[in-house]
């Protein structure tokens, strides 16, 4: 039996008769690293926009003309 490729989990050679099953566990795992990298991407862009959507929140309440986190309240 002639060594055709690799096992994509531990690297052992395989048969000719298991590469095509080989082949296709690399395309599934090549698909789902793809959807993780979009779920990151989409979560990333998510949280992104929730911190805009927080500072517009908390620059709003502060009000006009209070500036940073500086104290505003005097001492008696």
């Known amino acids: 039996m002639s060594e055709t490729g690799r096992c ?5 050679p395989v048969g000719r008769g298991l590469e095509p099953l ?5 395309r599934i795992r090549e698909i789902a690293e793809a959807r ?3 779920d990151d991407a989409s979560r990333i862009a998510e ?3 929730q911190v805009q959507e927080l500072r517009a929140t908390v620059a ?8 940073g986190t500086r104290c505003t309240s005097q001492s008696a």
């Open 8 to 12: 994509p989990h531990c690297g052992s």
């Open 47 to 49: 949280l992104t926009r």
């Open 36 to 38: 993780a990298a979009d």
């Open 60 to 67: 709003r309440l502060r009000g006009p003309g209070v500036a």
């Open 22 to 26: 080989y082949q296709e566990v690399r």
